[in-house]
């Protein structure tokens, strides 16, 4: 975001404000900031409900944090990397202690 297109209102001054207008105006600010290639996935966790992701198995709750929480979390391709990395080898190591 280049400085010009940055929201005029600060986040302490935004947590405070009762005006409409700075919220709509810092929500638009963000969605300029989200790359095209992840709009699709930013709306998909936007609706996710809570309840979803607890009643998952661990199976279904590692794959969703592999496939889907890091893409979102992590855009920069070698945090995505590493982090799914450190998640693989978590998995390996709690494959050996339970004895799977």
């Not at 930013?42 to 979803?52: D, G």
């Not at 391709?77 to 982090?83: E, G, S, Y």
Request: hydrophobic share 35%.
């Amino acid at each position: 975001m280049k400085p010009d297109e940055m929201p005029s209102t600060n986040i302490t001054k935004l947590w405070i404000s009762n005006n409409q207008k700075d919220w709509l105006d810092a929500e638009d600010s963000y969605w300029r900031q989200v790359s095209d290639a992840n709009i699709r996935l930013e709306k998909e966790l936007e609706i996710l409900e809570s309840s979803v992701v607890s009643q998952m198995s661990a199976e279904e709750f590692y794959a969703f944090l592999h496939d889907t929480y890091f893409v979102w979390k992590f855009t920069a391709k070698n945090r995505l990397t590493t982090t799914r990395a450190q998640l693989k080898r978590h998995l390996t190591n709690q494959k050996s202690v339970l004895g799977f």
